[in-house]
């Protein structure tokens, strides 16, 4: 029973997802800075979410 609340999602609780810099820099010119490749990847994932979820 412990185990079950101590894994629970709390309400409101923030979850994260993080990558590795050699994760990231498979896809990034090493010149990119991690706020290039967070921007490039948010403007990804802005377009890909409107050409497939709102079309």
Same mark, same amino acid.
């Given at each position: 029973?412990?185990?079950? *609340? ?7 609780? *923030? ?11 498979? +896809?990034?010119?090493? &010149? +990119? ?7 490039? *990847? ?9 050409? &497939?979820?709102? &079309?």
């Amino acid at each position: 029973k412990m185990e079950e *609340i101590m894994c629970e999602v709390k309400k409101g609780e *923030i979850t994260r997802v993080a990558f590795t810099n050699e994760q990231l820099h498979k +896809y990034f010119p090493n &010149s +990119y800075t991690p706020a290039m490749m967070k921007r490039e *990847i948010l403007a990804l994932l802005k377009l890909w979410k409107k050409e &497939s979820w709102e &079309s």
